[in-house]
């Protein structure tokens, strides 16, 4: 049954991947269902924030609005139209054994009027209400807590002249709301008011979309190798799943800022789980003994790549330059002592992050990472980390600045991990770095980031620049 999604108007590139993978927790048959249906509305551009989507069931479709991030509501869709007239020609005429059931004695209700692109004042809802009289409600209005929401959503005939995706004609929705987004979770998560923050600490909606692309459920395991101060493992612990991570600082797993500001208060802020454990370990020498696979159900996480946190591994400069030989720390100093670490590059980061996945995921987990790239380059999409264990499901881009974006790469694992695997990904590996962007095998992803933009420098100021910027900026206004 096609159902509307509205979804909130933010982050466009990742709001039908993060439907697509809730689908697969909540759908059955995932092989009938593998790749859902979308359709637009009349009239709208892709980016608007109304869709249409083939589901199933209404509890599937309910399910899914309810726990997803971007998503503001599910409705079923009594009519639509370019008019008030129009609407109500629609609405007649929907099939009376799906209207009924709604409109029965004893039950209440409530209609909200909404809108996108325009504000609409109180009065004017009240009498767009009033049009609907024509619908035989039998049931008795409660603002608070009915029984049945309906909703009367309006587009306007704004074409391109304020900065949203254009309409080329008026649009309207009547319909009941099946599902709707929990708008208390982001205020309640919100960085602000988090107990223990470093620099690098993931937003809370973005670390909750992570975690829906991983499909974080009860009972499932979530490594997070470099878990900083624990932003991503406390979105996936909300979702009930177990935890665990490890970071090359020890001073951030261990010490914190004290003993009720660290990682471990994080979590106790907001009444969740508990880590199963936080390790102090090098994503370029995991902890792991020979042989151990298949443990983790999903990896999460937002390698460091020179920006705001450059990428670090054991060993020191001299020591991995090899002109000083491996030590060992005495006895007495182990409680206090602060490994030597040197410069990780990001094209070696990815690469065992890779490995670490393909070794350690079960059959069929997901590993969800950030990755940056450059935007100046048209063919981005052929430098993005592959692996022969690995398919990419999802692909979801935000861009930061006019040079820079990150992209949110969801792969899922499909083959078995054997030494045949490990020296196929390496060769590919090889050929991932030789063909790469420079930035990308020096690790220097800053200076290129915060570099003056070549185009500029050439042509002199951008603010003595009299071309008009374009009505309708793109996905992110």
Known sequence: MWYLCMFFHRLLDYRKA???????????????????????????????????????????????????????????????????????????????????????????????????????????????????????FKGQVNLKNPDHKFWVMETDD?????????????????????GGADRSLLPTYQLK???????????????????????????????????????????AAHFGAMTMGADIDIR????????DCNVWSNFKQYGLPMPVGLLRADNNLPPWRPGLKEIFDAIICDPPYGVRAGGRKSGGRKLLKGTVDPYTVPDDKRTDHIPSTGAYSL???????????????????????????????????????EHPCFKRIATSEQILSSRYSRVLLTMVKISPYTLEIA????????????????????????SAVFSPDPQLTATGDSKLSKEPKPKYRGKYV
Not at 252 to 259: H, K, L
Not at 369 to 374: A, D, E, I, K, N
């Open 193 to 235: 008011s988090r107990n223990y923050l470093g620099p690098t600490a993931m937003d809370a909606e973005m670390a909750f979309l992570m975690a829906n692309q991983a499909l974080a459920t009860p009972g499932k395991l979530v490594y997070d190798p470099f878990v900083g101060t624990g932003s991503i493992l406390v979105a």
């Open 347 to 385: 094209v070696e980061c990815v690469h065992d992050l890779l490995d670490l996945a393909a070794r350690m995921l079960i059959m069929g987990g997901r590993l969800v990472f950030f990755y940056p790239v450059l935007r100046e380059d048209d063919h981005v999409e052929n430098h993005f980390p």
């Open 18 to 136: 993060e439907v697509e993978s809730l689908a697969q927790l909540f759908l059955d048959d995932n092989d009938k269902w593998s790749s859902l249906e979308w359709r637009l509305p009349l009239h709208h551009h892709p980016d608007s924030p109304f869709h249409y989507v083939d589901l199933p069931s209404e509890d599937v479709a309910r399910n899914i609005a309810n726990r997803s991030i971007l998503v503001k509501g599910m409705y079923e869709i009594w009519g639509e139209g370019s008019s008030y007239e129009e609407l109500e020609e629609c609405i007649r005429s929907y099939p009376d054994e799906r209207k009924l059931p709604y409109l029965e004695p004893g039950t209440t209700f409530k209609i909200t009027v909404d809108s996108f692109g325009k504000v609409i004042s109180f009065q004017d809802q009240n009498d767009r209400i009033q049009r609907f009289t024509y619908i035989p």
């Open 252 to 259: 951030v797993v261990r010490d914190g800022r004290g003993p």
């Open 423 to 446: 020296e196929a990904a390496r060769i590919k590996h090889i050929d991932f770095r030789e063909n790469h962007l420079k930035w990308l095998e020096d690790g220097n992803l800053h």
């Open 158 to 178: 704004y074409g391109s002249s304020n900065g949203l995706p254009p309409v080329d004609g008026r649009r309207i929705f009547f319909g009941r709301e099946v």
